[in-house]
C-alpha cells in the first residue's frame, strides 16, 4: 500500500511539472508578436534588422522627402537627425502628421527600406512619443516645446 501512494505522488509531479511547461510554453508562443522592440534611425542604420522582425521606429519625418504615389503608398525619410531610413506606407496618414513632426512606425525592415503597417504621429502640437524625445535627447538635439534645448 505504501509503495502505492508513492507512485501516485511522484505521477501527480510529474503530471503537474508537464503541464507547467505545456502553459509557459503556450504564454510564450502566445506573446511573440505582443512585444514589439523599439529602434532608432541610427541603430537601424548600424544593424539592420531581419525582415521577419517587426519592431517599431520613431524619430522626425525629414524635411522635403514626404512623396505621395499614384496610389495609396506614400513615401518620406524619418531621421533621428544623425541617420535617415526610407519609410514606405500604404493607408491613411494621421491628420498631425507632415514633414518636421515626431512619428512612430511599427511594421519591418525589408530591402532597406521600413515596410510600415501601422503609423502614428503627435496628437496635438508639443506631443512627442517618449523613446523619439528621449534617443534626440541622447545625440543632444531634443528641443523643448518652449524652443529650449535639452540635452543629458
Do not use: C
Not at 508562443?29 to 525582415?51: I, K, M
Not at 506614400?74 to 507632415?98: C, H, K, Q, W, Y
Request: net charge negative; charged share 20%; hydrophobic share 40%.
Amino acid at each position: 500500500m505504501r509503495g502505492l501512494k508513492k507512485q501516485r505522488r511522484i505521477q501527480v509531479i510529474v503530471l503537474a511539472f508537464v503541464a507547467l511547461i505545456g502553459a509557459t510554453g503556450m504564454m510564450w508562443y502566445a506573446s511573440q508578436d505582443a512585444f514589439q522592440f523599439f529602434r532608432t534611425p541610427t541603430e537601424v542604420a548600424e544593424a539592420p534588422p531581419p525582415p521577419n522582425e517587426v519592431f517599431r521606429i520613431g524619430g522626425l519625418v525629414e524635411e522635403g522627402t514626404l512623396l505621395r504615389g499614384e496610389g495609396e503608398t506614400i513615401t518620406f525619410m524619418v531621421t533621428d537627425t544623425n541617420e535617415s531610413v526610407p519609410v514606405a506606407f500604404t493607408g491613411v496618414l494621421p491628420d498631425l502628421f507632415g514633414e518636421g513632426e515626431g512619428m512612430v512606425g511599427t511594421g519591418s525592415f525589408v530591402d532597406g527600406t521600413f515596410q510600415a503597417t501601422e503609423i502614428l504621429a503627435r496628437h496635438d502640437e508639443t506631443y512627442m512619443p517618449k523613446e523619439v524625445t528621449d534617443a534626440l535627447k541622447e545625440q543632444g538635439m531634443y528641443v523643448a516645446p518652449d524652443g529650449e534645448v535639452v540635452t543629458n
